[in-house]
T-cell receptor, first 115, second 116 residues
Framework: GAVVSQHPSRVICKSGTSVKIECRSLDFQATTMFWYRQFPKQSLMLMATSNEGSKATYEQGVEKDKFLINHASLTLSTLTVTSAHPEDSSFYIC???????????FGPGTRLTVL | AQTVTQSQPEMSVQEAETVTLSCTYDTSESDYYLFWYKQPPSRQMILVIRQEAYKQQNATENRFSVNFQKAAKSFSLKISDSQLGDAAMYFCAYRSARGGSEKLVFGKGTKLTVNP
């Protein structure tokens, strides 16, 4: 099966700092990348969709200047949480989607804790 | 906009027994996909089963099967011969078949406990 990695798996940072999360598709090319956020005991909520080489499309209520998404290559996408605050503490999951398929994969997630 | 509703926040089942998780959805589209995902304590999302809306036959994967009722917009998951490893959060999800709309819409999830 397809392999997706996320790094780091867990990060603790101070309020006001920025955190970068990497998502890599190790054995396939992802033309589309979805980024989800999951608060404790809640469902996955889509934050944004990005296509390789294009600007990301953000869901309503998600601040594009706070959650910077870069999808510069077909195997790597990054999510940067800028000026993180405690309310940004959550579980972030990437989901790469190969072109021409109806298959969607998920990364193992990154737990962000902002103190 | 499409919505997915899972009306059972928690369910429990005895090991080796059968349990059914409910899911309903709302859409105006005729062509779409439906999924059940499992999220164990590790938080890794695992695809359990998928159903194409244009197929009348219910999907099955070993001990997992669905009851897809398109007219009623219902998509329940049946787990037979439940095992301790089936304990997890289960999410029902919808995805449009329209090109450029591959995002998944998730229900709120059902926490399944399997009792030994």
């Amino acid at each position: 099966g397809a392999v997706v990695s996320q790094h780091p798996s867990r990060v603790i940072c101070k309020s006001g700092t920025s955190v970068k999360i990497e998502c890599r598709s190790l054995d396939f090319q992802a033309t589309t990348m979805f980024w989800y956020r999951q608060f404790p005991k809640q469902s996955l909520m889509l934050m944004a969709t990005s296509n390789e080489g294009s600007k990301a499309t953000y869901e309503q209520g998600v601040e594009k200047d706070k959650f910077l998404i870069n999808h510069a290559s077909l195997t790597l996408s990054t999510l940067t949480v800028t000026s993180a605050h405690p309310e940004d503490s959550s579980f972030y999951i990437c989901s790469p989607h190969p072109a021409g398929t109806d298959t969607q994969y998920f990364g193992p997630g990154t737990r962000l804790t902002v103190l | 906009a499409q919505t997915v509703t899972q009306s059972q926040p928690e369910m429990s089942v005895q090991e080796a027994e059968t349990v059914t998780l409910s899911c309903t959805y709302d859409t105006s589209e005729s062509d779409y996909y439906l999924f059940w995902y499992k999220q164990p304590p590790s938080r890794q999302m695992i695809l359990v089963i998928r159903q194409e809306a244009y197929k009348q036959q219910n999907a099955t994967e070993n001990r997992f099967s669905v009851n897809f009722q398109k007219a009623a917009k219902s998509f329940s998951l049946k787990i037979s011969d439940s095992q301790l490893g089936d304990a997890a959060m289960y999410f029902c999800a919808y995805r449009s078949a329209r090109g450029g709309s591959e995002k998944l819409v998730f229900g709120k999830g059902t926490k399944l406990t399997v009792n030994p």
